[in-house]
Nanobody, 121 residues
Framework: QVQLVESGGGLVQPGGSLRLSCASS????????VGWYRQAPGKERELVAH?????????NYADSVKGRCTISLDYAKNTVNLQMNSLTPGDTAVYYC?????????????WGQGTQVTVFS
């Protein structure tokens, strides 16, 4: 069973930056995709950014964070990081690390426990 542990959330003022990290108990090489989702109060969970691992590590960002966020992988440390800049109150949410594996035609999803990001004036 893969465990994902997030860190780096907190309180920040508008325009500020935060760096979220997610440590995986399993090798990132074993994942089909790894990334970050968020859920604001009263809203559904949404994709922030993810990487389809492989030869080119293809990235995908939500339109709302393009140009402000950068996702990256550290294969040596089995971590996935999310650098968030120019934060706004609209970025306030619980951020979840996610990874999935494909095995014999089945997709397995793994989630972290979440880390709170609050952007306030």
């Amino acid at each position: 069973q893969v465990q994902l542990v997030e860190s780096g959330g907190g309180l920040v003022q508008p325009g500020g930056s935060l760096r979220l990290s997610c440590a995986s108990s399993g090798s990132i090489h074993s994942f089909n995709a790894v990334g970050w989702y968020r859920q604001a109060p009263g809203k559904e969970r949404e994709l922030v950014a993810h990487i389809i691992t492989g030869v080119r590590d293809r990235t995908n960002y939500a339109d709302s964070v393009k140009g402000r966020c950068t996702i990256s992988l550290d294969y040596a440390k089995n971590t996935v990081n999310l650098q968030m800049n120019s934060l706004t109150p609209g970025d306030t949410a619980v951020y979840y690390c996610h990874a999935d594996q494909l095995y014999i035609g089945q997709k397995y999803d793994f989630w972290g426990q979440g880390t709170q990001v609050t952007v306030f004036s």
